[in-house]
C-alpha cells in the first residue's frame, strides 16, 4: 500500500536515524541524525541535530512489562489451583526473517511468563494441506489455549481458509472472520480482539488518552492492524477515518486527527507537517533498514518521522519500544484469557 | 443515535414535506412546503417554495424494476431448465408496522418475480428458543435458499444468537458475522452482502459515479446499514469516514464528502450546507412522519433536506423511490444467487 501516500512525500524524504538508548529500562530516542535530499532530489545533505521534543513519549516497553509480570502472577496461580499451564501454538511457514524473529520473540516472552509454547516450522513450498493438518492437530490438543497462524503466508497458500480452520476457541490472534464480524458489529462480542490494534488501544487507556469523540485516523487498511484498529478505535466513540494507497490527499486528512494510528510499513512517510498540534501518535510501523553505523547494521523504522513529530503531537510511541513490545503482551493475555475460558478458571 | 447531531441542526429544523409524484412511472419530488421554526425554536412560520433542483435525481424506483425484471426472466430460465424455483423464508417477530409493511411487500416483490414466499410470524412475546426453532427449520428445508429474520427483534431476544443460528449458505441479508467478518477483510469473500447498502453501491454504479479515491462520509454505523455501508465503499477504494451520535463537529466532516451516505432515520438532518457542493448524496432514512396533508395521513421522510441538496448536489436519491426499492431488489438478487449457489445452476 501507500505507493500514491509516499510519492506525496518523497520529494523531501527525510531519513530519520533513530537509535537506543536505555536509561533506567526504558527507550529514548537519540539526537537524529538526518539525510536531507536537495531540491534535485539525488544528492543528500548531511545534517546533525539535537531533538528537543515535547510530547510526551509512550513507553510501551515499560507497560508491556507490567502486562507480562501480571500474566506471569496469573499463570502461577492458575498452575497452582488447578494445575493447567496456559500452551500457545506458533505454526510458522517458510523463511521469512522477520516472522522468525517475531516468533522467536513470542517464544521467548512465552518461557518467562510461564507459558508453554508450541511450534511447529514448515518449509515454505508446505502444501496448504499441510498447514491445516497442523491447524488441526492443535484444535484438538487440550494443552494448547491458542493458535497463532505467523502471516504472512507463502502465497500459494489461501490464507482465509487457513485462519477459518482455527478453532474460534483458540483464536488468540483474533483474524478468524468470525471474531472480525463480532467486531464490526454493534453489540458483537469478538472472543479475541488482534494484538497490535488491542495493543495501540491498550496504551492509549494507560496512559488516560480519551477516546470518546475524538477524531481518529488510521493510515493503512491491513486485515492485521488498519482495520482492526479503525473498528476497536470506533468501538470506543471515535470518528473514525481511514487512509489508504487510494487516498488523494492523506496529509489534509491527517492533520485532522486528534489520534493518528500509522501502519503502513512506509518509513518516515508521516512528517510533522501531517500532525495536528497536539495529537496523539500511535506508530505501528516497523522496518527494518539498513543502517551501517548501528552495531548490527540495521535499524527499526516507524512510519513516523519522530523526530519532528515529538515537536508537534502532545503524546507519541517510539519505535522501537512502543507499539512493537505491546503486540506480544496481547497475545499472552489472549493465550492466559483463552485458557482462563476454556478451564472455567475465575 | 444522533442526538447529539439532531441537536446541533435543531434550532432551525425544516421540516420538508416530500409528495410522492408518479409521472411515466417514476417518481418525482412535489414542490416543497417548508416548515421553518423561528428563532425561539418554538412557534413555526409556513413558506410554500417551489424547488429548483439542480441535482440529478437517482431513480432506485427505475433501477430496482430493471433489476426485478432481470431476476424474473433468470427465475423463469432456472424453473424451465432444472425445476428449481428459489425459495425466501421470512420469520418476523412482533407486531413492528414498519417491519410488517416491510415484509409484505418482500412477498409482493418475490412474487412478481416468481420467487416462492415462505413466511413465519411469531407473537412478541416469543422465546428465543422458538425463533431459533424456526430458524432451523428453514435452514433444513430444501426449498428455501434464502432466510432473513426481520430486525428488530424484541428486546428480549439475543439478536447476535438468533443471526449466528442462520446458515450461512441461506444468509440473503448478509447479516451472519461471517459473512460481515469476511467483508470488512481485504481479500475477504462474503457470500452475502447487506442488502440496503448493496443498493447504495449499486446505485453509484449504474450512474457511473466514481467510488475509488472519493471522499466517502457515511451517517450512522449501524449494522444493518452504516457500517456494511463503509466496509462496502472501503472496498471500492473510497476513502471513509463514519459519523455518529458521539462526533463532535458533523458538518464540518459531512461537508469533505464527495459520497455522502446518511443513515440515521433522523428527518431533515442533513441541511444543504452540510453538502460540498457537487457531491453525490445517498439518503438511507426512511421515516414515517405525520402529515395531515397526506391522502394517507403520513408521508415517508429522508434523513436529508431534500430541497436544500438538491441545490448543492450533483446527484441524489430521493425519498422514498432512492434506495428504498434498491433494498428489496438486491434481496431477490440475493436469493437468486443463493438458490443458483445451492443448484450449480449458471
Chains 1, 2 share one sequence.
Not at 501518535?281 to 512510519?303: H, L, M, N, Q, Y
Request: glycine share 8%.
Amino acid at each position: 500500500m501507500a505507493s500514491v501516500i509516499f510519492t506525496e512525500c518523497s520529494s523531501s524524504t527525510m531519513l530519520r536515524l533513530n537509535h537506543l538508548n536505555r536509561r533506567n529500562g526504558s527507550y529514548l530516542p537519540r539526537p537524529c541524525v538526518s539525510l536531507r535530499s536537495t531540491a534535485s532530489g539525488r544528492g543528500c545533505t548531511l545534517s546533525i541535530r539535537s531533538s528537543s521534543p515535547s510530547a510526551i513519549v509512550i513507553n510501551g516497553m515499560a507497560e508491556a512489562k507490567k502486562i507480562r509480570d501480571d500474566i506471569k502472577t496469573e499463570v502461577s496461580r492458575m498452575k497452582e489451583s488447578i494445575g493447567v499451564v496456559p500452551g500457545l501454538a506458533v505454526i510458522l511457514v517458510g523463511e521469512n526473517e522477520e516472522s522468525a524473529t517475531y516468533v522467536r520473540n513470542k517464544k521467548k516472552a512465552c518461557k518467562s511468563a510461564g507459558i508453554q509454547s508450541f511450534e511447529v516450522l514448515l518449509p515454505e513450498d508446505s502444501s496448504e494441506e499441510e498447514v491445516l493438518r497442523s491447524v488441526s492437530g492443535f484444535n484438538d490438543d487440550p494443552c494448547v489455549h491458542g493458535i497463532l497462524v505467523q502471516l504472512p503466508l507463502p502465497s500459494h497458500m489461501d490464507e482465509q481458509n487457513i485462519l477459518n480452520a482455527v478453532s474460534i476457541e483458540k483464536d488468540v490472534d483474533g483474524f478468524h472472520p468470525l471474531n472480525i464480524g463480532r467486531l464490526a458489529m454493534r453489540g458483537g462480542k469478538p472472543l479475541f480482539v488482534p494484538c497490535t490494534p488491542k495493543g495501540c488501544i491498550e496504551l492509549l487507556h494507560r496512559y488516560n488518552i480519551g477516546i470518546k469523540g475524538k477524531r481518529a485516523v488510521v493510515i493503512g487498511r491491513s486485515n492485521i492492524v488498519g482495520m482492526p484498529a479503525a473498528l476497536l478505535l470506533q468501538r470506543e466513540d471515535a470518528t473514525v477515518s481511514i487512509i489508504h494507497s487510494k487516498t488523494k490527499n492523506p496529509e489534509e486528512i491527517t492533520r485532522e486527527a486528534d489520534i493518528l494510528v500509522s501502519a503502513t510499513g512506509q518509513p518516515n512517510m508521516v512528517r510533522g507537517s501531517w500532525i495536528k498540534p497536539g495529537a496523539v501518535v500511535i506508530d505501528v510501523g516497523t522496518k527494518r533498514v539498513e543502517d551501517s553505523s548501528a552495531p548490527c547494521g540495521f535499524r527499526w523504522a516507524g512510519d513516523v518521522c519522530y523526530e519532528e513529530a515529538c515537536k508537534v503531537a502532545s503524546a507519541i510511541t517510539p519505535v522501537p519500544g512502543g507499539v512493537g513490545p505491546m503486540t506480544i503482551a496481547m497475545l499472552l493475555v489472549n493465550t492466559l484469557a483463552s485458557a482462563k475460558k476454556i478451564h472455567n478458571f475465575k
